[in-house]
């Protein structure tokens, strides 16, 4: 098993159809011990519903905009393994106004948390989580193509992942000195309930599968396995990518 003794945290889920699930899943197959995070109480209870029954799972809870949650957490993760290997960033949000209609409407409110909470975050967390990063730590984010084009519905969803996809080459540039990797999955558009927040997400999925060069659909596990490779020895010589899982969508001129 690639991940065998590894360990880290997977932040967030938010129940079993997420892309986070999905990733947690292929590395707890991979032998890792991972650390699940939920947004709060009631969504405690959910992921520990999705973790009966599996050894080498455990919870944290974490809110990313409340001061000082991620310290509280760096502590509790430090406690609990010592140093981590690996850490996946798993958190977007956008209010839903701002996901409809013309960008150009985007509210100030709306951009500003979007970043926040898309972007930011990620940089927070590794501030966070950097004493307790091992050597050769691999930290990886989800972004989406919408980051480069100007996707039809993804408005300032696309202007936050642009930044987080920026906060992982400077980050990478920080933390190298170390061995610790950063780096981005992009998935193609997944039916997940953060996604559903985005109109046409169906007619979407079903025309990336049509136009891509492998013509065929993608989805929890494909991401899953992407993240273990980027979580295990095999990318040691990997930093500040972004790998694509969209079946090539990305690449034509379509």
């Given amino acids: 098993m690639l991940l065998q003794g590894k360990k880290g945290v997977v932040l967030n889920v938010t129940n079993k159809n997420s892309i986070g699930w999905g990733i947690v899943e292929a590395l707890h197959a991979h032998g890792a011990e991972v650390a699940v995070g939920a947004l709060n109480d009631e969504m405690l209870g959910k992921v520990e519903k999705l973790l009966e029954g599996r050894d080498r799972l455990s919870t944290v809870v974490v809110d990313f ?18 140093q981590i290997d690996f850490f996946v960033h798993s958190a977007a949000f956008a209010p839903r106004e701002d996901l409809q209609g013309r960008f150009i409407d985007t509210s100030r409110n709306g951009y500003l948390t979007a970043v926040d909470i898309s972007a930011y975050s990620l940089v927070s967390c590794c501030k966070a989580f950097e004493d307790i990063f091992s050597d050769d730590a691999s930290v990886v984010t989800l972004s989406f193509l919408g980051s480069v084009r100007a996707a039809l519905h993804y408005n300032v969803m696309g202007v936050a992942k642009a930044a987080l996809e920026s906060s992982v080459r400077y980050l990478a540039a920080d933390l190298g000195v170390r061995g610790i990797r950063v780096n981005t999955l992009s998935p193609g558009p997944i039916n997940t309930i953060s996604a559903r927040g985005v109109s046409g997400l169906h007619e979407k999925i079903k025309h990336v599968e049509e136009v891509s060069p492998l013509k065929r659909p993608f989805g929890q596990d494909e991401c899953g396995t992407s993240a273990v490779y980027l979580c295990s020895d095999l990318s040691k ?3 500040g990518q972004v790998i694509f899982i969209d079946s090539g969508y990305n690449i034509a001129a379509l």
């Fill in 65 to 82: 905009t409340k001061e000082g949650d991620l310290e509280r957490v760096a502590e509790e993760l430090k406690a609990r393994f010592g």
């Fill in 237 to 239: 010589g990997v930093t």
